[in-house]
């Protein structure tokens, strides 16, 4: 819902600005890492307490990042397959809906199939992966063939989808208890539970399908100029259907994620993931306007996301304080990555 | 009597349309007693979805609502006791600025209204989570009646919350159709290069929109903490969506510069009817979110205006 007039910079040149742009996320990154041990070592040294900066923090430690990581992964995905969405210019706010019925459903088929991933039960996990492309898709195919604004679509379907689950559920809890699925948290490989690989693997898929495959470019070049895609001849309805459906079967993998951290599917399951994933992606360097960023830039969002959350606790400050922040975060975040002089305005 | 012709009556027929269809699969319905009890019973979203109104009809839309009366709820709570009737000063101020930060946000930094009212929403959570300091308050039974108790009184029979409801509802359409701030309302919501080349300025009109909105927003909160007596963080969750449900039904397309609160009204007010239908039809409560969200997909898709979209729709 964004009006251009034409000329500006392209992304792809290398302007000081798009350059300091492109880096500003891992700069931050990188600020914040070293800022909260800052505040732990002011604190030590207030008290006349030794401490060695980073070698002491708390926050600077193998531990912590174990914490983070495990927090972060089920935003991760999330993060992921919305950032296809938002590199096409569309946004998908359906992802709390998404999720609660994709782990509903999931842990439903998988008590039925068993209950463990030993046995049949897996068969849980394809069915909630291709649940999620389903919601996808609606959501796409309603955008695309009725012409409505994506936000719009997907924030009715996000309340479609968070009312379906509280339909299935009734309200109710489901815990998923198997050992084998558990131990996406409770195994470690040198620190790190095994649900990081796991999302570093689907972080590695998603690039690939971002930088490899065509539909990846395709929706760069949906993002860049539609206009300009539709007159080489791309099918961009296609293109935008499939994307949404993509992105659903993230979501998906962000349910599994977030059943196997918690052991619990239920309607809240998906509670606040959106702002989360949507703040993660934009602060991480995708522009809401489409055409720039990528999966790694959302690796870096979710991190940034994540690290403050984790910081502000650590260093002792109230968790009242992390909405706002994020709400500043998010807004800054557009600010800077919109380039002024070729925007009309917006809605 | 062309489809296009009929199409800005859509709203009134459906309404009446429902009406009958539920009276006579309960007659109970058409009590006047009982009408009255479920109209006075949606107030607080009426209140709430006429604010909504004006950001939907300049072509955006307000997504911190919901957070906004939250953070009401807890204001009013806390802030009761000190200052009695004159909370409602604090609720207004508080309303109008957050609405004015998501319109500034909006206009000035061009962060699309969707992203900036849900960011300014999240800032409105911290609030309230800071103020309630995460817990349910609840009003002193005293300072409410004393200060709002009126509110719950009858004169005649008619609910004082309706006369509220009918005082605000002219107010609003006095504001949209009498009033030159109206006027350039409904220039912005036909079409934003017509209104900046026409000299008006845009932007002051749209942080306007949003001002009201927050405003509404706030005194829906209001409304709501005084009927529960009481405020937390989560008090109004719940309330987006029929917000948006009784706009877009009504005959505000998300496009904007059609419609306008009287249409927000009849949404409203077939919000209302369907949620008596599905009482009477012993539909699960659970199930509501789901009935409404599918409602909101049909009536974004009937009401919006393709033409303005320009051929590209993001």
Redesign the interface.
């Known amino acids: ?3 251009f007039v034409t000329g500006g910079n392209s992304p792809h040149i290398n302007t000081l600005r798009n350059i300091i742009l492109k880096w500003a996320p891992l700069f931050v990154l990188a600020s914040l890492v070293l800022l909260f041990p800052i505040f732990e070592w002011l604190e030590d040294f207030w008290r006349g307490k030794d401490h060695f900066y980073l070698i002491d923090s708390r926050f600077f430690s193998i531990r912590n990042a174990s914490r983070i990581a495990v927090a972060a992964t089920p935003g991760l995905m999330i993060a992921i397959g919305v950032t296809f969405i938002i590199i096409m ?3 998908d ?1 359906s992802m709390e809906g998404t999720v609660s019925v994709s782990a509903v459903i999931f842990a439903f088929v998988f008590i039925a199939l068993g209950g463990t991933l030993a046995g049949w039960a897996w068969l849980a996990i394809p069915i909630a992966l291709v649940v999620g492309g389903i919601m996808g898709f609606i959501n796409g195919f ?3 063939m ?8 997907s ?10 689950a ?2 299935l559920t ?2 109710d809890r489901i815990r998923v208890e198997d050992e084998l699925f558990r131990s996406l948290l409770t195994v470690r490989w040198l620190n790190f539970p095994i649900m990081c690989y796991v999302a570093m693997l689907a972080l590695l898929v998603a690039w690939f399908i971002q930088s490899r495959t065509t539909i990846g470019r395709n929706f760069y070049a949906v993002g860049g100029g ?2 300009l895609a539709i007159a080489s001849g791309l099918n961009v309805s296609r293109v935008r259907i499939m994307g949404f459906t993509l992105a659903g079967i993230f979501f998906a993998l962000g349910a599994l994620m977030a059943v196997g951290r918690i052991g619990i599917a239920e309607t809240a399951t998906g509670n606040n993931f959106m ?1 989360i994933s ?1 703040t993660a992606v ?1 602060v991480g360097g995708t522009a ?1 306007w ?1 055409g720039i960023g990528g999966v790694l830039n959302t690796l870096v969002g979710v991190l940034i996301v994540n690290v403050i959350n984790n910081g502000m606790v650590v260093i002792g400050l ?11 975060l ?2 800054t975040a ?2 800077l990555s ?1 380039n ?1 002089k070729t ?5 | 009597m062309s489809f296009k012709f009929l199409k800005p009556y859509f709203p009134w027929i459906t309404l009446v349309m429902l009406t009958i269809i539920v009276g006579i699969a309960n007659p109970g319905f058409f009590s006047p007693a009982g009408m009255i009890i479920l109209i006075a019973d949606i107030v607080p979203l009426l209140i709430m979805a006429l604010g909504m109104t004006f950001a939907i009809y300049i072509g955006g839309i307000d997504l911190s609502v919901q957070q906004i009366a939250n953070m009401i709820t807890v204001i009013t709570t806390v802030y009761l006791a000190q200052f009695g009737i004159w909370v409602v000063f604090i609720v207004i101020g508080v309303g109008a600025l957050f609405g004015t930060l998501s319109g500034y946000v909006t206009t000035r930094f061009y962060v699309p209204s969707f992203v900036s009212t849900l960011a300014i929403g999240f800032v409105a959570l911290s609030v309230a989570k800071w103020l309630s300091g995460q817990r349910a308050l609840y009003m002193d039974a005293t300072f409410r009646d004393n200060s709002f108790g009126w509110v719950f009184g009858k004169t005649w029979g008619i609910p004082h919350e309706l006369i509220i409801a009918v005082v605000l509802v002219l107010l609003v359409w006095f504001l949209q159709t009498r009033m030159s701030f109206g006027r350039a309302l409904k220039a912005v919501g036909s079409g934003e290069l017509a209104a900046v080349a026409s000299g008006l300025n845009v932007n002051r009109v749209k942080i306007l929109a949003f001002c009201v909105s927050g405003i509404f927003a706030a005194i829906a909160g209001l409304m709501f903490s005084v009927k529960l007596s009481g405020g937390d963080a989560q008090l109004a969750n719940g309330f987006l969506l029929p917000a948006i449900v009784a706009v877009l039904v009504g005959g505000t397309p998300l496009t904007g510069g059609v419609g306008g609160v009287i249409n927000t009204v009849c949404g409203t007010l077939i919000v209302m009817v369907i949620r008596a239908a599905m009482v009477y039809l012993e539909v699960d409560a659970t199930q509501q979110q789901m009935v409404f969200g599918i409602i909101l997909i049909i009536a974004i898709t009937l009401t919006i205006d393709r033409s303005k979209l320009r051929g590209i729709v993001k």
């Open positions: 819902m964004t009006e210019g569309s946004i706010l309603i955008h695309v009725f012409r409505v604004p994506s936000f719009m679509v924030l009715a379907m996000g309340f479609v989808g968070t009312g379906f509280l339909v009734g309200g539609e206009e702002f949507i934009v809401l489409g109230p968790n009242w304080l992390q909405d706002g922040v994020l709400g500043v998010v807004i557009v600010v919109t002024r925007i009309s305005f917006v809605k």
